[in-house]
């Protein structure tokens, strides 16, 4: 099909599914909401209101690999926070209540972020990831070899951009399915590489703090630590365990309290998401402390006063909700991230409750620092009153996909099975609509097809 011809397709698609929508009050349940104040901030003032400008500023990112946007206690309102610290540092900010991140893995939401791109430009499994990030190209026959580069290169990272206006750029990573080898160092003038199996939360922790105390004139500070990683799970240093040995069967790596997690068989489901959850809570207290340490020092160098800090996750983690005990599929668990922004120019809490997207963290940071010279992407600032240009709310994984439409969620799985969930009175997803509400879910579905195909036939090239 010719692309003007499924670019006319998909706009048709758009504008019949989104009849039911008519008007930024509708839902997709056919009912009507109150809107918030000026429709995106639970406060007195819209964002797009506020002079959040900052051309001299640092931008910090801090990316916790798998931080659950539930367990923070400044999203969640728990009154035994495992995050007092996070809490604390962040408790005059933006706080994005509900974010979602492009996919529940890794490496898709990771391209998606850094490039802002909707994780549907990056098509390549899972499996062909891994063996590409372990062992490079020469894993792969040449031309699959060589797409994969294509995809990979294909869109300006974050780093690419700020390095262009001005930034001496740095990545702090863990991992393989980030940093040099998914090719996203692209940009960095330093790009330090930090394995799994030897490198502590705490050691990462030792050297961002080396990074911020030299750190000179305008600096993009991107760290992607894998303390919560949940295979291997690491026990943090001095504490007691949390489990008995005859509940789980493990390798245990004394250096680094690292083990891997296999469940007795025995064991009921509920009894293995209480223990994942135990163990969870543990590392991130621990984590929490070490960010503190972080928190001190940027207040020590007075880094606060000329930086952007933001806190997120690429994504969550399953922990046996819905079943799931670890990651890549699109429930809540894995895809309903924290997205925090620290503002020097902020002096109280901002709540905005209005689903948005991950992927516009690069175009919101482009905003506040005045960078020039901006790629078109699939993501949109957030702190913009542009309230006809909001970006999709859609992601995927290898086996499934996702679109969100104010309160209600499609999932489709496998391309065959569907799970439709009113998120507003089921943010764990328990109570699958798709029987009840079967009309709901056609237009959902009709409306992520339309997306696909409007995004990637007005992908841009390489710049």
Not at 125 to 150: N, Y
Not at 254 to 265: K, L, S
Not at 350 to 356: K, W
Not at 388 to 409: A, Q, S, V
């Amino acid at each position: 099909m010719p692309a003007n011809a499924s670019l006319q397709m998909a706009a048709a698609l758009i504008a019949g599914a989104l009849l039911f929508v008519s008007g930024s009050s509708s839902r997709a349940d056919g009912g009507t909401d109150s809107p918030s104040v000026d429709g995106q901030v639970t406060g007195s003032e819209s964002l797009a209101a506020l002079d959040l400008s900052c051309p001299n500023c640092n931008v910090i990112l801090l990316n916790i690999e798998l931080l659950r946007a539930d367990h923070v206690g400044l999203l969640s309102g728990s009154t035994d926070s495992a995050t007092p610290n996070i809490d604390s540092f962040f408790g005059r900010s933006i706080v994005f209540e509900q974010a979602s991140a492009p996919a529940g893995e890794s490496y898709r939401s990771n391209l998606a972020v850094q490039t802002a791109m909707h994780a549907f430009h990056y098509d390549a499994d899972q499996s062909v990831i891994d063996k590409f990030a372990k062992r490079g190209a020469k894993a792969l026959p040449p031309e699959e070899a060589r797409k994969m580069v294509a995809m990979l290169t294909r869109y300006p990272t974050m780093a690419e951009v700020l390095k262009e206006n001005g930034y001496h750029t740095v990545s702090l990573n863990q991992g393989i399915r980030a940093g040099e080898r998914l090719l996203l160092d692209r940009g960095f003038d330093q790009a330090i590489e930090w394995g799994r199996r030897n490198t502590s939360f705490r050691d990462t922790v030792a050297d961002l703090g080396k990074r911020l105390s030299t750190a000179d004139g305008k600096s993009f500070i991107l760290y992607r630590p894998e303390g919560l990683h949940p295979y291997p799970y690491y026990y943090p240093p001095d504490r007691p365990r949390v489990i008995q040995e005859n509940k789980i069967l493990y390798k245990y790596r004394p250096r680094f309290g690292r083990f891997n997690v296999t469940f007795n068989v025995a064991l009921p489901q509920p009894e293995q998401r209480k223990i994942h959850r135990l163990i969870y809570r543990q590392q991130l207290k621990y984590i929490d402390e070490e960010l503190g340490k972080v928190f001190g020092l940027i207040k020590k160098e007075q880094l606060n006063r000329s930086s952007v800090i933001v806190l997120y996750a690429n994504h969550g983690s399953g922990l046996g909700d819905n079943g799931v005990h670890r990651l890549a599929v699109s429930y809540q668990s894995c895809i309903h991230v924290p997205l925090i922004i620290y503002h020097p120019k902020i002096t109280r809490q901002i709540r905005v409750s209005d689903p948005v997207a991950l992927i516009d963290l690069a175009p919101t940071i482009y905003e506040i620092v005045g960078a020039s010279n901006i790629p078109q992407s699939d993501g949109h600032s957030l702190i913009r009153d542009d309230s006809t240009n909001k970006t999709d709310l859609i992601g995927r994984n290898d086996i499934d996909e996702y679109i969100r439409m104010d309160n209600m969620k499609l999932i489709i799985k496998n391309a065959v099975q569907r799970e439709l969930y009113d998120l507003r009175v089921d943010p764990h997803e328990n109570d699958n609509l798709i029987d009840s509400l079967p009309s709901v879910a056609r237009r959902l579905e009709a409306i992520l097809l339309a997306r696909k195909i409007q995004l990637l036939q007005n992908a841009p090239e390489r710049h």
